[in-house]
């Protein structure tokens, strides 16, 4: 392996397998754990991990002399490396991209680490700036979020990396020494910590955030944190509020879900926090100084919560490589990914999108009856192009798997409870009655009235599919209690047989409106 770079694929297009040719890999070594993700890159301009693993080589940990990596360190990260190396050769991926970030940026030998990785790996690693670092999260969270002022924060184990955002672009950012490693270091001598350690602690964050985020100058509508402290403690509280999704990405980390988390993390020693599902072995003695920064970073910017996202520097970096035009709205977003399950899956899209212009079309006329705004329309355009997705299992429940793809593919753009809205309405478009157990299961995220806005749009969507191929066009009357529907195609014979009664009785049922069919 010695000298074989994995930054550049030696092979020509001709020779390598399709499987490289879709591929890509990202080896992040961070101060804390270090991770290699295998993408799966789509036409539509996305990445999808497919194959992730991560080591916990603490690079950051006791640093040496003027901070220097110790010998045992580089030993660690070259070990640490040097599987991923392996891994990527078995993968056969077309390209492989590494960073270092923190703790090797911070250390005067981290080029000498550079060099030591490269002569015993092939590996060619590039040490990120901080200003990099922030950019690649920004890239990483706009890939999956539509951005418009907000706050990105990295939370690692050597910085926290803040990006503003402003109208969707990348303003500003900055790279503090607040990472949960190099914090807990500093100031916790104890385990639990004593009362003194956490306040000096609260107190050194907080002087440190203050100024930085007053000199970011404008209110963030958001904080989209990423990391894997932010992850571990969205996965504890998920497990603890037993949340009906078990995704991280999405989930709304609360003020108040911190505080209790400080409470309970904060008496036990890190033996016993290591067993509280989502903290795990690698994140138990640091957590408590992510609680601390999560919770000052909250205090200064006077938002609540912060939205978890799954997607992050790896994410950024693969996005970059394969040229994704970021940023761009949900709605594009939730398109790419869609194009990106059509490819895996293979099931056809265009029907898809001439199915969700016509819902559109019928959603806009009813939007009084409706009685939801553009998140329900989201909802209903990711319903619309994925319904018959589920064909690619089975033809004949091919709705109930339709709805199963749509809540666990990764469909960028939307919220946990846009997915599901999502999900429910694929799930009912061919006029099956909702399962009871989704009004328990899905609470608190989704609410009774949720669902009644699901079974709506499931009944926009069954009437969509069945009048698409006549070209309708909708219209109320009587005083809005009348659907009036004419046609711009010169044939009906390509409607489905007794496609009138299949029309009526949803927009009788769901929406109590009379149907006025030109002939039926």
Known sequence: MRGARLTVDDRSPDTASPRARSSLGVIDLGSNTARFVAFEVARAGTVRAIYETKDVPRLGLDPGREGRLTPETIARGVATVRRFAKLVRSLELAKTLAVATSAVRDAPNGP?????????????????????????????????????????????????????????????????PLGVLRLSQRFFAHDPPKRREWDELREYVRETLTSVVEAFGRSPSRLLGIGGTVRALARATIELRQWPVRRVHGYTLYDHDLEALAELLGEMPAAKRRAIPGIGGDRADVVLAGIVVLEELIRATKIDRIVVSGTGIREGIALEAIGAKLPVPATELAERSVAAAAESFRFEIEHGRAVAETAVALFEVLAPKVGAGEDA??????????????????????????????????????SQREVLLASMATYLHEGDDPPSQWKKGYLPLIRPADLDLAMRLGAILEVAEILTPARPRFSLSGQGRALGVSFSAPSLTNLPPRWGEKVRKPMERIFGLEVRLPHA
């Open 112 to 176: 000498e680490f550079v060099r030591e990785v490269e002569r015993s790996t092939g590996v060619l690693l590039r040490i990120l700036s901080g200003a990099e670092e922030a950019r690649y999260a920004y890239l990483g969270v706009a890939g999956a979020w539509e951005l418009e002022n907000d706050i990105v924060l990295d939370l690692g184990g050597g910085s926290l990396q803040l990006a503003e955002v402003r109208g969707g672009h990348l303003h500003n950012s900055v790279s503090l």
């Open 377 to 414: 329309l989201l909802a209903l355009r990711v319903a619309a192009w994925m319904h018959d997705a589920g064909i690619s299992i089975d033809l004949w429940n091919h709705a109930h798997h339709s709805a199963y793809l749509v809540q666990n593919y990764p469909i960028w753009g939307l």
